[in-house]
């Protein structure tokens, strides 16, 4: 059999790795977007490299639109095979790639007006949010640690790596010319003693690993540290600034992170008599959900719902749905929180809420996780004096701040930590996908340095056999 590399080689979204089996099963392991390369994208997302009619099974290690968004784009050009991932993944992706649809929706509308002024043709949205609801027919749930067979040679296994809810690795056992080859793919790997899901769990023994290098090169500070810092922020900006909070944040995992933070301090007293307001109706839908898998709750969190039934509510907390509501909070001038996707800044409402209060030196963005190197996030997060929001150039005087700690991505030692449950000399190779190539080679060193010895990185479309 052999491996294709299709997206996030030697970068951070796009994830596609594509294997087919010697009797010709094809095999592919999630299906992403390419996110934060502005016109550029649309067209690696169009060119998928492969034939999606001819895929066999999709194998999903978790719902990021970077992980799973192009499942109604190969649904809308003949994919037909079986999609397999978490009952909690089923479900968030239920949610996300509606949202996906609309934006493409959106997004291509505002494009073609542009185009028509410079007497372009339109161009069709990447996919519907009709085509987004018609590939959830495909979608079946396996729950952790089970093992299924999608073929009599084929098993495949999900063991919980804490990324997000429901995120998984993949485990996969399949048997050629009576030789059974045990391949990993970790999918994006989470943190350790996080305050609502469990940690990353120990894998069955590999021949070959497939995993992610995002924080290849970094430590994250303890969460104890984070929460002190989020109160500092909070009385800083609020308090003594008397202004806004904007604390940027991908719907799924880090806004209930954040949310789950202020009700802690919430209960104990500390939080400011500020209101908070999570200005995002995916972000809202996503909290339901989590609601509803306590199976993926680790016991810290299932300890404090024994006195707080619901974690991911206070009194000061509203949930912000229609576009009037959200719009209405430019004209509220009362110090308050706003957390709003996405993460990167790139779209959404929370781009409105930074145009509209970058230039104030009351106001503090809060960057709570990674922003690809050419997003509007990565700009501010670096520290640019101007930007650019919606075509118009914007002064930053609002102070920047930094939480990597609430990162749903584990740092290198983390990640490095999952891989020691391996028997090293057992493990023939590692693929390191979904990082930027410094960064990857920074953790290739720190791997071969652990005792783990064939690692490669892998370019776009490159093949491997194994």
Same mark, same amino acid.
């Given at each position: 059999m052999h491996i294709q590399f299709l997206g996030a080689a030697r970068e951070v979204t796009g994830s596609k790795h594509l294997i087919t089996t010697n009797k010709?099963?094809?095999?592919?392991?999630?299906?992403?977007?390419?996110?934060?390369?502005?016109?550029?994208?649309?067209?690696?997302?169009?060119?998928?490299g492969f034939d999606p009619k001819e895929i066999d099974y999709l194998l999903l290690s978790h719902a990021h639109i970077d992980h799973s968004g192009l499942i109604p784009y190969i649904y809308k050009n003949g994919f037909r095979g079986t999609i397999i991932c978490t009952p909690a993944t089923r479900d968030l992706c239920s949610i996300m790639l509606a949202d996906c649809g609309n934006i493409q929706e959106h997004d291509t509308i505002i494009?073609?007006?542009?185009? +028509?002024?410079?007497?372009?043709?339109?161009?069709?949205?990447?996919? =519907?949010?009709? @085509?987004?609801?018609?590939?959830?027919?495909?979608f079946i749930s396996v729950p952790y640690n089970k093992d299924y067979y999608i073929d009599a040679d084929i098993k495949i296994r999900f063991t919980d790596v804490g990324h997000i809810l429901g995120s998984s690795a993949i485990n996969l056992s399949i048997v050629e010319d009576k030789?059974?080859?045990?391949?990993?793919?970790?999918?994006?790997?989470?943190?350790?003693?996080?305050?609502?899901?469990?940690?990353?769990? +120990?894998?069955?023994?590999?021949?070959?690993?497939?995993?992610?290098? =995002?924080?290849? @090169?970094?430590?994250?500070?303890?969460?104890?540290?984070?929460e002190k810092k989020l109160l500092m922020v909070v009385i800083d900006t609020c308090n003594k600034k008397k202004g806004k909070l904007i604390i940027p944040s991908f719907s799924i995992g880090r806004a209930q992170e954040i949310i789950y933070a202020l009700d802690r301090l919430s209960s104990k007293g500390l939080l400011p008599d500020v209101n908070v307001y999570v200005d995002s109706p995916l972000s809202t839908d996503a909290t339901n959900i989590m609601r509803m898998h306590p199976e993926c709750f680790n016991t810290e969190i299932l300890d404090y719902m024994k006195f707080d039934a619901d974690p991911f509510g206070f009194k000061k907390l509203h949930y912000i749905q229609s576009v009037e509501q959200s719009k209405a909070l430019n004209n509220n001038h009362k110090p308050c929180i706003i957390i709003s996707a996405s993460g990167m800044m790139e779209a959404g409402r929370v781009k409105?809420?930074?145009?509209?209060?970058?230039?104030?030196?009351?106001?503090?963005?809060?960057?709570?996780?990674?922003?690809?190197?050419?997003?509007?996030?990565?700009?501010?997060?670096?520290?640019?004096?101007?930007?650019?929001?919606?075509?118009?150039?914007?002064?930053?005087?609002?102070?920047?701040e930094h939480l990597e700690s609430y990162s749903a991505h584990g740092d290198y030692k983390e990640m490095s930590n999952l891989l020691n449950c391996q028997i090293k000399k057992n493990v023939k190779t590692i693929f390191l996908v979904h990082g930027?190539?410094?960064?990857?080679?920074?953790?290739?060193?720190?791997?071969?340095?652990?005792?783990?010895?064939?690692?490669?990185?892998?370019?776009?479309?490159s093949t491997y056999n194994l």
């Open positions: 010709g099963i094809k095999i592919l392991l999630d299906c992403g977007m390419f996110q934060g390369k502005g016109l550029e994208t649309d067209s690696m997302n169009r060119d998928l494009h073609n007006k542009k185009r +028509a002024k410079n007497h372009l043709p339109p161009l069709l949205p990447i996919y =519907t949010l009709e @085509d987004a609801h018609a590939s959830l027919k495909c030789k059974t080859q045990n391949i990993c793919y970790t999918g994006d790997i989470g943190r350790y003693h996080k305050r609502i899901l469990k940690d990353p769990e +120990a894998f069955p023994q590999a021949d070959y690993i497939i995993t992610e290098s =995002t924080y290849g @090169d970094r430590l994250h500070e303890n969460l104890e540290d984070a409105h809420h930074i145009a509209n209060n970058i230039e104030k030196s009351s106001t503090t963005i809060l960057v709570v996780g990674y922003c690809a190197p050419s997003t509007l996030g990565a700009r501010i997060s670096r520290g640019d004096k101007t930007v650019s929001i919606f075509g118009q150039k914007y002064n930053v005087n609002a102070d920047v930027e190539i410094k960064v990857q080679e920074n953790y290739s060193n720190y791997l071969k340095n652990q005792g783990f010895n064939n690692i490669e990185i892998p370019y776009l479309k």
